[in-house]
């Protein structure tokens, strides 16, 4: 088991609909910690950044629209296996077929309006937070509640 960071987005309509409590709630009650955290608006250059795999797919130009719209939260997020944690949490992409439980289960039911993003593999976390915060953004730190966490 590794520790790992992870980048995660409150996309425009988790913000809008007021869940963005909820969210960081469900990541802090797993354990994770949080280490960055901040609300901004993307311009479409961070948007087309952030989502160059999807440059040449058809909703590129609907995602990009969406992500501009208003704001989002960006936060890394660190803990053991964080990143398949963090996904596990957030659910399947297409609310419609996420578990219940699951954040995008619980709330969401469009592979569109899907709240929230996750990184997916340990690159992309890298890649991402680089993209969203400066190193001295980035805060490392010891909680005491850690050792009721996770198993030394």
């Known amino acids: 088991m590794s520790w790992e960071r992870t980048f995660v987005m409150i996309k425009p309509d988790a913000v809008n609909r007021g869940l963005v409590g909820t969210i960081i709630s469900r990541l802090e009650a797993k354990g994770l910690r949080l280490e960055a955290m901040k609300m901004q608006w993307v311009d479409e250059d961070l948007a087309r950044r952030h989502y160059a795999a999807h440059v040449d797919k058809p909703f590129f130009p609907s995602l990009l629209q969406f992500i501009t719209s208003a704001p989002v939260v960006a936060m890394v997020w660190s803990g053991r296996e964080a990143i398949s944690v963090t996904r596990n949490l957030l659910g399947a992409t297409d609310g419609s077929k996420a578990a219940p439980g699951t954040i995008r289960g619980d709330f969401a039911s469009d592979v569109g309006m899907n709240l929230c993003h996750g990184s997916d593999s ?27 966490i996770i198993e030394s």
């Open 122 to 148: 340990p690159q992309a976390a890298e890649r991402e937070i680089e993209l969203w915060f400066d190193d001295g953004e980035l805060l490392n730190y010891t909680r005491d509640i850690d050792r009721w």
